[in-house]
């Protein structure tokens, strides 16, 4: 009777082991791997068309033209 206890417990123990350890430990592996590949892909896609990508360069904006009258040039003075 004691043995088949102990079997049972051994079983259940296994049980256990493979469904909530080995199993959800086999599908994140593959669900990182997988998400890993799809990441090197869209990094090899931004360097292969840099267009695309979210660091697109860009011209910069030519500097706003300065309408300056030169004729009345009041100096500045500080008022303490």
Do not use: C
């Not at 088949?4 to 086999?26: E, N, Q, R």
């Not at 592996?29 to 267009?51: F, G, I, L, N, S």
């Amino acid at each position: 009777m004691l043995r088949f206890i102990v079997s049972i417990f051994l079983a259940w123990l296994l049980y256990k082991l493979v469904f909530d350890l080995i199993i959800p430990g086999y599908r994140v592996a593959k669900q990182v791997r997988r998400q890993m590949t799809d990441m090197q892909e869209h990094m090899r896609q931004q360097y292969q068309d840099p267009q695309s990508g979210p660091y697109q360069q860009q011209d910069p904006p030519p500097p706003p033209k300065k309408n300056v009258d030169k004729g009345d040039y009041i100096d500045f003075e500080e008022i303490k």
